[in-house]
Every structure is written in C-alpha cells, then in structure tokens.
T-cell receptor, first 114, second 110 residues
Framework: EAGVTQFPSHSVIEKGQTVTLRCDPISGHDNLYWYRRVMGKEIKFLLHFVKESKQDESGMPNNRFLAERTGGTYSTLKVQPAELEDSGVYFC????????????FGSGTQLSVL | EDQVTQSPEALRLQEGESSSLNCSYTVSGLRGLFWYRQDPGKGPEFLFTLYSAGEEKEKERLKATLTKKESFLHITAPKPEDSATYLCAVQANTGNQFYFGTGTSLTVIP
C-alpha cells in the first residue's frame, strides 16, 4: 500500500514568489491534515480536510496561504506571496478515523524562502 | 490552552542502557495521546496511542505509559537503530487537531 506522498521534497524560492505544495494521501483516507514545523519549534497544525471540505482551518497563519482538496483526493497548499517566516517543513498527514486515530505522515516539503 | 512539553530535549545512551522520555501535557479533555518516531528527512511514524490514565502499550524495546498529566516512553536495552527523534502529541476531545511537543532526540551509541 502506498503511503502519503508529498511533492516537492525541497523548494527554494525568493521572497514574494509563489509556491504550491502537493500531497497525495493514502487511498481511502477521508481525513487530510497539513502541519508545519518551523526550525526549533514544534510541529503545528495548519488545517484539516474531511473529503473535499475544510473541517478546521484555524491554524492557517494568514490569507497568503490557500489550501484545496480536489474531489476529496489530493491536496495542494499554495503560499502567495511567500515571506521569509514561511520557511520550514510542511507535512501532510492522512487518517481513516474522523475522531482521532493515528496519522500517517508524508516525508514533508522543506521550504526555504530567501 | 492545550500544550505538550517533552523532556529531555536530547538524550545520549550507551547501547543497552535503559532510560525514559517524558511528555507532560495539559489538554481540555484528552481524546488520545500519541507517540511517534521521526528519522532524519522523514515524516513522523506512529508508535502508540494511549487513551486513559493507567494504560500501557508495548512494542519491542519500547513501552508507553499514561497518567492524567504525563506520559513516559520507556526504552529497555536500546540499540543504535533506536536512534531517532521521539515525538509526543495529544488530541483533545473538542476538536481533531493534534498538539505536538518539540520531541526528544535520542542517540544510542554502540
């Protein structure tokens, strides 16, 4: 069974540019999460999809971040325009259970904004 | 505010030297406490879920325990391949997001 796949694994962009991260969850997992780890800090929640609907986006930093999940399958996270403080590792995770249950994580996208 | 604190930040053990990692938490109603292992360049990998105080789970050399305020991950006779960052996370019963600690970086020296 394929795991959670994230693309790209690394992205280096300049301040003001746009970057789109992609996540393919495990097939059949309705729940998809985006998390971010800034260097030296803990992994922090960004948002949660149930199928194609945003269940909770309370962790999104500001309106420069836009997440979508087309047809309840893969998800994209776009940052436009990128700022220096957006640098970090962006993780996607999926799960079967709505009310908890273990998360299956992708390997993350390392985003560096210069 | 829901919060997770892990200690120590880093731990170096000789192979075979048992020890424990601590995860202290405050949460407005615990749905579950989770332990994950993370290797460099990889995403966190699930180890255990604990739901109520007094519960224990074991897997190979690892044993996780839970009280009302903290969880311990006991490592018995560790091997070099146990070297990784161990993350603790809690999920409150008021929502679906997970709150993570900053992790304990474990190095086991042969």
């Amino acid at each position: 069974e394929a795991g959670v796949t994230q693309f790209p694994s690394h992205s280096v962009i300049e301040k003001g540019q746009t970057v789109t991260l992609r996540c393919d969850p495990i097939s059949g997992h309705d729940n998809l999460y985006w998390y971010r780890r800034v260097m030296g800090k803990e992994i922090k929640f960004l948002l949660h999809f149930v199928k194609e609907s945003k269940q909770d986006e309370s962790g999104m930093p500001n309106n420069r971040f836009l997440a979508e999940r087309t047809g309840g399958t893969y998800s994209t996270l776009k940052v436009q325009p990128a700022e220096l403080e957006d640098s970090g590792v962006y993780f996607c995770a999926s799960s079967q259970d709505y009310k908890g249950g273990k998360l299956f994580f992708g390997s993350g996208t390392q985003l560096s904004v210069l | 505010e829901d919060q997770v604190t892990q200690s120590p930040e880093a731990l170096r053990l000789q192979e075979g030297e048992s020890s424990s990692l601590n995860c202290s938490y405050t949460v407005s109603g615990l749905r579950g406490l989770f332990w994950y292992r993370q290797d460099p360049g990889k995403g966190p990998e699930f180890l255990f879920t604990l739901y109520s105080a007094g519960e224990e789970k074991e897997k190979e050399r690892l044993k996780a325990t839970l009280t009302k305020k903290e969880s311990f991950l006991h490592i018995t006779a560790p091997k070099p391949e146990d070297s990784a960052t161990y993350l603790c996370a809690v999920q409150a019963n008021t929502g679906n997001q997970f709150y993570f600690g900053t992790g304990t970086s474990l190095t086991v020296i042969p």
